[in-house]
């Protein structure tokens, strides 16, 4: 069965580049028909989706992220990192991967990791 | 950018109750879209795609409809494990945009 676990920097001081990544176990990231995703929550706030690297290497970003954001993949480590460069305040969240499954004309996020907390202060 | 209008924010309900919520779309996306649940501290877990498919795994008691602008989850008779909040989320084009959640508390 397919898991993701999310790790990283906890702590990041404004201006700074948060970073994270996504480790895969029980499957391989280089599959067909599926893209590994980013969201994120604020506290006590809603879904935000940050972007998603595909199986092949092309990405996809919110563009209102877009000029800070960077999703990457490590096919060796089977494991994916999100950097999100000048960050304030405002990026304090709790941040998830998740694999987008393709089927069908469909797109899924139907595997997700557990999150993780990260905390924008000086 | 699709935005997504949720309904209701909040919503009080006792168990056994049959609960509708509404996701609008703010342009049309024929059936692309998916419902989530999260529980307090957890990750989402999908329930629906294509507006009426069921995960697999996923309790009879979640019901999906709708197309183009307009769609609802239906939880048939509401059970102790329900009480969570719902996302709808559309993946017609890009960003993926989430509705702002549906949180379904206790009476």
């Known amino acids: 069965q397919l898991q993701l676990q999310e790790s990283g920097s906890g702590l990041v001081k404004p201006s700074q580049t948060l970073s994270l990544t996504c480790a895969v176990s029980g499957g391989s990231i280089s599959s067909g028909g599926y893209s590994w995703s980013w969201i994120r929550q604020p506290p006590g706030k809603g879904l935000e989706w940050i972007g998603y690297i595909y199986h092949s290497g092309s990405t996809y970003y919110n563009p209102s992220l877009k000029s800070r954001v960077t999703i990457s993949v490590d096919r060796s480590k089977n494991q994916f990192s999100l950097k999100l460069s000048s960050v304030t305040a405002a990026d304090t969240a709790v941040y998830y991967c998740?694999?987008?499954?393709?089927?069908?004309?469909?797109?899924?996020?139907?595997?997700w990791g557990k999150g993780t907390t990260v905390t924008v202060s000086s | 950018v699709i935005w997504m209008t949720q309904s209701p924010s909040l919503l009080s309900a006792s168990t056994g109750d049959r609960v509708t919520i509404s996701c609008r779309m703010s342009?049309?996306?024929?059936?692309?879209l998916a419902w989530y649940q999260q529980k307090p501290g957890k990750a989402p877990e999908l329930l629906i795609y294509?507006?009426?498919t069921l995960q697999s795994g996923v309790p009879s008691r979640f019901s999906g409809s709708g197309s183009g602008t307009d769609f609802t989850l239906t939880i048939s008779c509401l059970q102790s494990e329900d009480f969570a909040t719902y996302y709808c989320?559309?993946?017609?084009?890009?960003?993926?945009?989430f509705g702002q959640g549906t949180k379904v508390e206790i009476k």
């Open positions: 998740a694999r987008e499954t393709y089927y069908d004309y469909n797109y899924y996020m139907d595997v």
């Open positions: 342009q049309g996306i024929s059936s692309y």
């Open positions: 989320q559309q993946y017609y084009s890009f960003p993926r945009t």
């Open positions: 294509a507006a009426s």
